[in-house]
Structures are given as structure tokens and as C-alpha cells.
């Protein structure tokens, strides 16, 4: 089965922060991706912005060395790309000056076009940019603006972004992109919730055990030591990949798919989360914070000489047993567990059901494993479903674990898409459904803020854990002192 492409009306796209790192790793071939697939519609424009004096032309080389460096040589198609370059053009403009907004107005002109700008720039500089984009008068009412975590760093300060951003386009005009939520498999999530009536009976505390959200990076720092040690594990993916994740997983069923009827779902979830602060934070929390090991093959150095500063008490790990306070998750416990210079790189969630109440086979049948169901988001997107058999042969009743495993790169022979190239049509189709609300943000932050402090009030310090291997000691007694153990089949 092929998947159909229907291409989006014109738009024109204006990327602030164009020579960066985001928009020359993921933006830039993502749309790319989408021009070869024919989703763009004439005359679609992409316009670059930053403060690097740049001509049209030498924008255009470097669009074309980032899309030779991230795009697969077997995806380039010369026409294409030369079709797609001659949609792109630049315009050097400081958001902290205004110069250049009236050049930029200039460029857009009087355009029928959707109009969506990318804000793919320090959360510091939202505000100005918004500010010269209103001030210049470059914003049509219909106009969207997209925006990359973090959304601050606090409720407080996220509140002060949102209000920055707020002054100049109301709500249903956001778009505050995490990228995870892009991605085939998590989508696949609702599916396999929604669209199926073997799942969704099944769903609550009278048949989930528990469930475990893992999504381990094998890279250090990689550039992000400025961001990142002002950050660390919690502020940068539990705060809003994890926790959107565990929103997927646990949230009711909407109404329908309408934007407001899932966020709303999912908001809900938010609220219901129980509460860790000074009373049990030493209990269901684990930081971390890795030392010298081997990872991706060779020997690697550890986060405190990565900084070059030894005094740093920023997580690179954490685990956390979070529970939700409602009817279906009563007594359902989920452990969510993210670091760096980890084991492998893997992003995944397993479903651990219960287990059969009474066994009839006896003891020569051997050990019968619980059912689980395990969402593979990256690498080697895919769904297994484990369960019991008899072991096929003669001798009599043996059982044996097997996984009945959809591999999204056996089963559907074409490429999948990035997750960039998903949610920036999104937001030309004006489809906010995989995009955060302001008060689901504010809801995220408002959990995650007394973890923060309850670990500077008990002096929670990070606990050291060798690169290359599954976080600190401490995240492993955090899940079997309740009988319980991480996933590791990968």
C-alpha cells in the first residue's frame, strides 16, 4: 500500500535562525523531503532570516550543503532540489535592532500565501522577534508562529514566553512544536488505543501492571554544554517529551481528533499527576550524572570534562515513578527514566500487563511471562505485542514468549517521514492536534517545578554513573524495591 500525498495550499515560511544548527540539520532537508514528495503547492516561498550578512545566493549553498549532509544520497533528486532552491531566499535582520524587519516586510510583500514564521532561535529572543514582526505590521491575521521548547525554564518564566508571544498572536495562531510527537509510532499510539477494540478494554488498573517510558541518548553534550548545564535531564525532556508521551498513553478518549478535544484529554492528565515534593522526592526520584565510560564504540569522556567545569551539579539522568490520581490509573504506576551516554540510543514504551490470575499448566510447562506491549519510537520504529504459545513439537506442553512484531520498515516499503516534515504541514494546514496549548505547558511546569525544588531543599545531589551503561544503581532499586524491572530487550 502506498501512502497519498496531497499537497498543502501556498505558503510562505519564515525561518528565523536560519543558519543554525535546527534549521540546517532538520529544517531544511525536511522541507526539502516535502518538496520532492509534491506536497508543495505554487508559489510557495521559504524565506531565511538571521543576523549573517548573506546574500540570496549564498543562502541558497548553504540550504544546499545541509540538505547533501542530511538527506540520504539515494533521496536527492537534482530537480527536485533545484526546484526547491529557487523557492528559498534570505534576509538578514536583528531582532534586538529592527533592522532589516522592513526588508523582510519588503520580501513578503503583499503575498496571498499562508504565512507561518519559525522561530528556531533562543526562547530569549521570542519576544523580540514577535515584537518586530508586529511592530514592521508583517503579520496578517491568519498569520502562525512556531516556537521550540524550552518554553522557559519555570511556570514563571514559561508564563512570561507565553506572554511575550501572546501579545502578538492569540492562541489558536501557536504552534509550540516537540518534535516527538511528529513521529510515526506515537501517532500510532492513538491508533492502536482508538481504532482497535482489542486495546482500549484493557487500558486501566484492572489489567495494566504498569507502565515504563525510556528514551535514552547515547551522545554527550554534542555542542548544547551552554543550554544544556543551565537545563538538565528534567527541564529538557521530562518537562515536555516525556511527559507528552505519558499524556498519550493515559489520557481518556476524546471526543473526536479536533485539537481542543485531545489537548483537552491530555490536560487533564496533567492535573491528575500526584504531587512529588520535599515529602517523597528521595523515594521516587533518581539524578544522575554520567562519568567516564565507553560509548558508540570508543572510549568517551565524562559530563564534568565535556563542561570543563567541576563543579557542576546538573543531571544528565533521571527516573522518576510517577503516579496519576485518577479512576483508571489508580494504583498504576509509571516509570519514566531519560539520560545521556547511555547504554543505546532507544526511545520506547511498554505496556506491562498483569499477569494470569491462575495458571493450568503446571510446572513442566515452564514459566509463563505477563503480556506486555512494547511502542518502539526510534531507532527501528515498530509495535511488539508479547505473548504466550505452546513451543511447537511433541514433548508435550511447553510454553514459550514470543512478540508478534510490526516493523514499520518490513511492513510498509517507502520511506517514513521525519517528524519535522509532519508537523510543519500541520502547521501550514493549521491543524494544532500534535501541538502543545499553553495551559498544558503551564500544567508541565507547574509539576515539575517542586521537583526542582524539593531536590535543592534536600541536597538531592546527582548520583555518578559510568557512560555506556543504564543510569546510576539507584534508578534500578527505584523499580525492583516494587518487584518490578526496566525493560532491557533491546
Given at each position: 500500500?502506498?501512502?497519498?500525498?496531497i499537497p498543502v495550499e501556498p505558503f510562505d515560511l519564515v525561518v528565523f535562525g536560519a543558519t543554525g544548527d535546527l534549521c540546517e540539520r532538520k529544517l531544511?532537508?525536511?522541507?526539502?523531503q516535502r518538496q520532492r514528495a509534491g506536497q508543495f503547492s505554487e508559489p510557495t516561498r521559504i524565506i531565511g532570516s538571521s543576523r549573517s550578512e548573506l546574500s540570496d545566493d549564498q543562502y541558497r549553498s548553504f540550504a544546499l550543503d545541509a540538505i547533501k549532509a542530511h538527506v540520504a544520497k539515494a533521496e536527492i533528486d537534482n530537480r527536485e532540489l533545484d526546484r526547491f532552491l529557487t523557492r528559498v531566499s534570505y534576509v538578514s535582520a536583528d531582532a534586538t535592532t529592527g533592522r532589516g524587519f522592513k526588508e523582510l516586510k519588503a520580501a513578503i510583500g503583499d503575498s496571498a500565501n499562508v504565512r507561518a514564521f519559525y522561530l528556531a532561535v533562543a526562547p530569549s529572543l521570542f519576544g523580540s522577534i514577535v515584537a518586530q514582526i508586529d511592530a514592521h505590521h508583517i503579520a496578517t491575521p491568519t498569520s502562525r508562529v512556531i516556537v521550540e521548547k524550552p518554553i522557559g525554564r519555570s511556570l514563571e518564566t514559561a508564563r512570561e514566553v507565553n506572554d511575550s508571544i501572546g501579545r502578538v498572536f492569540d492562541e489558536a495562531r501557536i504552534f509550540r512544536i516537540d518534535h516527538y510527537l511528529g513521529k510515526e509510532t506515537v501517532q500510532n499510539l492513538m491508533a492502536l488505543r482508538f481504532a482497535n477494540a482489542l486495546y482500549e478494554p484493557l487500558w486501566n488498573s484492572a489489567h495494566?501492571?504498569?507502565?515504563?517510558?525510556?528514551?535514552?541518548?547515547?551522545v554527550g553534550l554534542e555542542g548544547r554544554a551552554g543550554y544544556y548545564d543551565k537545563a538538565g535531564a528534567l527541564r529538557d525532556m521530562v518537562q515536555n517529551h516525556m511527559l507528552q508521551l505519558l499524556c498519550l498513553v493515559a489520557m481518556e478518549v476524546p471526543a473526536s481528533l479536533d485539537a481542543d478535544a485531545v489537548r483537552d484529554e491530555k490536560l487533564k492528565v496533567l492535573r491528575a499527576l500526584r504531587p512529588i515534593n520535599q515529602l517523597n522526592s528521595e523515594r521516587v526520584t533518581v539524578r544522575g550524572q554520567y562519568r567516564a565510560g565507553a560509548s558508540n564504540g570508543g572510549a568517551v569522556k565524562g559530563y564534568l570534562e565535556?563542561?570543563?567545569?567541576?563543579g557542576s551539579d546538573t543531571e544528565t539522568f533521571v527516573a522518576v515513578k510517577a503516579e496519576i490520581g485518577n479512576w483508571r490509573w489508580a494504583d498504576v504506576p509509571f516509570y519514566l527514566r531519560t539520560g545521556k551516554r547511555m547504554a543505546t540510543r532507544v526511545s520506547e514504551i511498554v505496556i506491562q500487563f498483569k499477569p494470569i490470575p491462575h495458571s493450568i499448566f503446571g510446572d513442566a510447562a515452564g514459566r509463563i511471562f505477563a503480556n506486555q506491549l512494547v511502542i518502539r519510537l526510534q531507532p527501528d520504529e515498530g509495535v511488539k505485542q508479547w505473548i504466550m504459545i505452546k513451543d511447537p513439537g511433541p514433548g508435550g506442553m511447553r510454553l514459550r514468549q514470543i512478540p508478534l512484531d510490526m516493523s514499520f520498515a518490513e511492513s510498509f516499503h517507502e520511506?517514513?517521514?521525519?517528524?519535522?516534515?509532519?508537523?510543519?504541514?500541520?502547521?501550514?494546514?493549521?491543524?494544532q492536534t500534535l501541538f502543545m496549548r499553553r495551559d498544558e505547558v503551564e500544567a508541565a511546569w507547574r509539576w515539575i517545578d517542586p521537583i526542582h525544588a524539593a531536590w535543592e531543599e534536600r541536597s538531592q545531589s546527582v548520583q555518578p554513573y559510568t557512560a555506556g551503561t543504564w543510569g546510576p544503581s539507584a534508578s534500578i532499586?527505584?523499580?525492583?524495591?516494587d518487584g518490578r524491572t526496566w525493560h532491557e530487550s533491546f
Open positions: 500500500m502506498t501512502s497519498q500525498t531544511l532537508p525536511a522541507l526539502y495494566v501492571d504498569h507502565v515504563q517510558i525510556t528514551v535514552a541518548e547515547s565535556e563542561l570543563g567545569n567541576g520511506r517514513n517521514p521525519d517528524a519535522y516534515e509532519r508537523l510543519i504541514m500541520d502547521v501550514i494546514r493549521g491543524n532499586a527505584l523499580i525492583e524495591r
